[in-house]
Each structure stands twice: as structure tokens, then as C-alpha cells.
């Protein structure tokens, strides 16, 4: 079965750092583009960043709430995905999924998602 | 920054009812655009991707259609597991957006 697995959240300081890992299952890790999509609590869903594959050299593009601040890596030898996260903010508060993207650049499988909780 | 509307932002429904949701891009998207189902406490689930294309193992009762600026999903003969709230997210540019969610309700 295709599976995407987060680990790593947990409740940091303001200012803390994180890092946050995906396994993957089940399918070719190094073919595809993979992103970190995150959720507020009692919101909606907010894009956070990309890593594309070895094809596309891969180059990382990132939302503007987040960038200089975290940054995405991937392992293809080891099919997994990273998402280390420096000077937390309280917004930053939320669910973090990571997710693959697939046909048309939808985000065709997703993982169970880990919550990361900012706060003194 | 593309803007994405989702309106209603909930509805109520009985089993059996069609219903049917927008999304509005902040300006023209050429069917880059996907729904997303969410369930409460759980990931999202891709359910059409190219503004109508169905995912793989999606009811036939879903359905998307739209172009330009304008998307709409439509759920034939709603069935109990299909209350939840909905995304849309445009994938023309970057960074893909999603609208807010309309969440579909039991009358």
C-alpha cells in the first residue's frame, strides 16, 4: 500500500527549531515532487513548501510565511522526506502533512500528518 | 498571490440531495485546479484532479467541472460518508492556494 508517514512534531519554544521527517511506501520516492501542506487548529489548509525530483535538480520553492526559515531536504537513497523548521513562531502552530504530487499537480497521497505546537 | 473562494461555506443536506459547490480564482487557472475531501481528524483525500478528472478509486457521484476562473463540484445522491468539508486548490502558479472550505452538513 502506498503510505506516507510523518514523525517529528512535538511542542517547541518560540524561537525553537524542529525537524520534521516522511517515510514513503510503496512507490518510486525518487520520480516524484513532494510537498509539506499544513493546517492550523479549526482552519484551512495552507501550502508550505516542495522539493522537486533529481530530474529537476531538486530545486525547492517555498511559501513567503515560511521561507529563510525552513527548509526541505529529501533522501532518495533512504525514501524519505525532511522538513527542518528554525525560529518557530506561534503561527506556525498546526498539523504538517507532507504529500505527493501527482497528475495535474494535485496532491494525490497524503500522510496521517504530526502537530507541531509553538508555545512558551 | 491566486485567490480561491469556496462558496457556500457550509451547506445542509439530506441523504440522497445533489449537491454542488463553487470555487472562484482570483483570476484564470485553465482547469489547474483539484478538490479535496477532509474528514475531521484526518488527512485530506484527492478526489478530482485537472479541474474534472476523477482519482482513482473516487464514487462516480463525484464530479468537477469548470474552466477560466469558475469550478464547481457536484455530489450526485450524497450518501453519510461523504459529510465533510471540502477544498479546492488552484495548481496554475505557484504557490498553489486552496479556498477556505465548504463544509457539507446533515439537514
Known amino acids: 500500500e502506498v503510505q506516507l508517514v510523518e514523525s517529528g512534531g512535538g511542542l517547541v519554544q518560540p524561537g525553537g527549531s524542529l525537524r520534521l521527517s516522511c517515510a514513503v511506501s510503496?512507490?518510486?520516492?525518487?520520480?516524484?515532487?513532494m510537498d509539506w501542506v499544513r493546517q492550523a487548529p479549526g482552519k484551512g489548509l495552507e501550502w508550505v513548501g516542495r522539493?522537486?525530483?533529481?530530474?529537476?535538480?531538486?530545486?525547492?520553492e517555498y511559501a513567503a510565511s515560511v521561507k529563510g526559515r525552513f527548509t526541505i531536504s529529501r533522501d532518495d537513497s533512504k525514501n524519505s522526506l525532511h522538513l527542518q523548521m528554525n525560529s518557530l513562531k506561534s503561527e506556525d502552530t498546526a498539523v504538517y502533512y507532507c504529500?505527493?504530487?501527482?497528475?495535474?499537480?494535485?496532491?494525490?497521497?497524503w500522510g496521517q500528518g504530526t502537530m507541531v505546537t509553538v508555545s512558551s | 498571490d491566486i485567490q480561491m473562494t469556496q462558496s457556500p461555506s457550509s451547506v445542509s443536506a439530506s441523504v440522497g440531495d445533489r449537491v454542488t459547490m463553487t470555487c472562484r480564482a482570483s483570476?484564470?487557472?485553465?482547469?489547474?485546479l483539484a478538490w479535496y475531501q477532509q474528514k475531521p481528524g484526518k488527512a485530506p483525500k484527492l478526489l478530482i484532479y485537472g479541474a474534472s478528472n476523477l482519482q482513482s478509486g473516487v464514487p462516480s457521484r463525484f464530479s468537477g467541472s469548470g474552466s477560466g476562473t469558475d469550478y464547481t463540484l457536484t455530489i450526485r445522491r450524497l450518501q453519510p460518508e461523504d459529510f465533510a468539508t471540502y477544498y479546492c486548490?488552484?495548481?496554475?502558479?505557484?504557490?498553489?492556494?486552496f479556498g477556505g472550505g465548504t463544509k457539507v452538513e446533515i439537514k
Open positions: 522539493t522537486r525530483n533529481k530530474a529537476h535538480s531538486y530545486t525547492t
Open positions: 483570476q484564470g487557472i485553465s482547469s489547474w
Open positions: 504529500a505527493r504530487v501527482g497528475a495535474a499537480d494535485a496532491f494525490d497521497i
Open positions: 510503496e512507490f518510486t520516492f525518487s520520480d516524484h515532487y
Open positions: 486548490q488552484q495548481a496554475n502558479s505557484f504557490p498553489p492556494t
